[in-house]
């Protein structure tokens, strides 16, 4: 960005932990710092921020910068996708694997990336027409998690924490149907990732090979398993190794459906998106986003055997 830069800062309160929005109050300085004068808007219900964001981009507004995790950024590119209008990101929130996933480590470095302005048009997954994510979206028990972390006793960190644990006990494996490439996989799941980027979830490299601007959606179907096979088999999806298990499956497609013998939610970004039967299409080089890579996203080795 030059020296006489402009954007509009969203910002969600309730985002992150009590450090996460204390660096809130701290963000038109630093940006100023950066030679970026800014307005701001603070979200005050949700959806708030995407119409926002839809707004300006219909008023031409050239950058937006948002503060706050994953389901924040899901707000806003609901708003924007599609447009001319630039993303920016700074990472608030819980979980910033959107984030991380650009090329965005940390909220300090985030500043001169910011100033640096180097943007990427990458890919969106359009839902049913009607909605957008940039990062994956989940059928089955980490939707299930996600839902049961809505209902905020605890922060969002310790909800998901202990919905993780409450549906690994209670979770029962669902009949699900996948359309895509001409061909169908049905059968019981304990969940579908459908993935734009590689990782979610604070880090789980659910699909190691995803790439964000490469006109395909990534899907890894985790079938039904004991519950001793999903507790040896979670630590290696840090490291993207969990593809090599007989009981896992990595597809790639433009587009897939999916129905379920029973109504499944499909959650991205710890937000509700849908509710079974759902397609999913990839909107190619959808959203401009500023980016942390000096030219290509670091290539991640991991086992393939994408179908």
Same mark, same amino acid.
């Given at each position: 960005?030059?020296?006489?830069?402009?954007?509009? !800062?969203?910002?969600?309160?309730?985002? +992150? @932990?009590?450090?996460?929005?204390?660096?809130? &109050?701290? #963000?038109?300085?630093?940006? $100023?710092?950066?030679?970026?004068?800014?307005?701001?808007?603070?979200?005050?219900?949700?959806?708030?921020?995407?119409?926002?964001?839809?707004?300006?981009?219909?008023?031409?507004?050239?950058?937006?910068?948002?503060?706050?995790?994953?389901?924040?950024?899901?707000?806003?590119?609901?708003?924007?996708?599609?447009?001319?209008?630039?993303?920016?990101?700074?990472?608030?929130?819980?979980?910033?694997?959107?984030?991380?996933?650009?090329?965005?480590?940390?909220?300090?470095?985030?500043?001169?990336?910011?100033?640096?302005?180097?943007?990427?048009?990458?890919?969106?997954?359009? !839902?049913?027409?009607?909605?957008?994510? +940039? @990062?994956?979206?989940?059928?089955?028990?980490? &939707?299930? #998690?996600?839902?049961?972390? $809505?209902?905020?006793?605890?922060?969002?960190?310790?909800?998901?924490?202990?919905?993780?644990?409450?549906?690994?006990?209670?979770?029962?494996?669902?009949?699900?149907?996948?359309?895509?490439?001409?061909?169908?996989?049905?059968?019981?799941?304990?969940?579908?990732?459908?993935?734009?980027?590689?990782?979610?979830?604070?880090?789980?490299?659910?699909?190691?090979?995803?790439?964000?601007?490469?006109?395909?959606?990534?899907?890894?179907?985790?079938?039904?398993?004991?519950?001793?096979?999903?507790?040896?088999?979670?630590?290696?999806?840090?490291?993207?190794?969990?593809?090599?298990?007989?009981?896992?499956?990595?597809?790639?497609?433009?587009?897939?459906?999916?129905?379920? &013998?029973?109504?499944?939610?499909?959650?991205?970004?710890?937000?509700?998106?849908?509710?079974?039967?759902?397609?999913?299409?990839?909107?190619?080089?959808?959203?401009?986003?500023?980016?942390?890579?000096?030219?290509?996203?670091?290539?991640?080795?991991?086992?393939?055997?994408?179908?």
């Amino acid at each position: 960005m030059s020296e006489r830069s402009y954007a509009h !800062v969203l910002l969600n309160p309730i985002a +992150g @932990s009590r450090k996460r929005r204390k660096q809130q &109050a701290a #963000v038109s300085d630093r940006l $100023r710092e950066s030679g970026i004068t800014c307005e701001v808007t603070v979200s005050e219900h949700p959806g708030h921020l995407m119409e926002v964001a839809s707004e300006l981009a219909i008023r031409g507004c050239e950058t937006i910068i948002v503060g706050g995790g994953d389901g924040t950024i899901n707000e806003v590119i609901n708003g924007i996708a599609g447009t001319e209008t630039v993303l920016g990101i700074l990472p608030l929130g819980t979980a910033n694997d959107f984030a991380t996933n650009m090329g965005i480590e940390d909220v300090d470095s985030a500043y001169n990336i910011i100033k640096k302005r180097r943007t990427k048009k990458i890919d969106l997954i359009r !839902v049913n027409n009607d909605r957008f994510f +940039g @990062s994956t979206a989940c059928l089955g028990f980490d &939707a299930e #998690v996600a839902a049961f972390a $809505r209902r905020r006793w605890l922060n969002p960190f310790w909800m998901h924490v202990l919905g993780g644990v409450w549906k690994f006990f209670s979770y029962k494996s669902k009949m699900v149907e996948l359309r895509f490439n001409g061909q169908k996989s049905f059968g019981d799941i304990f969940l579908v990732a459908f993935g734009n980027v590689r990782s979610y979830a604070r880090g789980m490299v659910i699909n190691p090979e995803a790439v964000f601007d490469d006109g395909f959606l990534d899907i890894c179907v985790v079938g039904q398993m004991p519950r001793w096979s999903v507790l040896s088999v979670f630590p290696s999806v840090y490291k993207g190794t969990h593809v090599t298990h007989e009981r896992i499956s990595q597809y790639r497609a433009e587009a897939v459906f999916a129905q379920s &013998a029973d109504p499944m939610h499909l959650y991205a970004d710890g937000d509700f998106m849908a509710t079974t039967p759902v397609r999913l299409e990839v909107a190619p080089k959808y959203l401009k986003v500023i980016v942390g890579f000096e030219d290509e996203a670091p290539e991640f080795e991991a086992p393939g055997n994408i179908r």
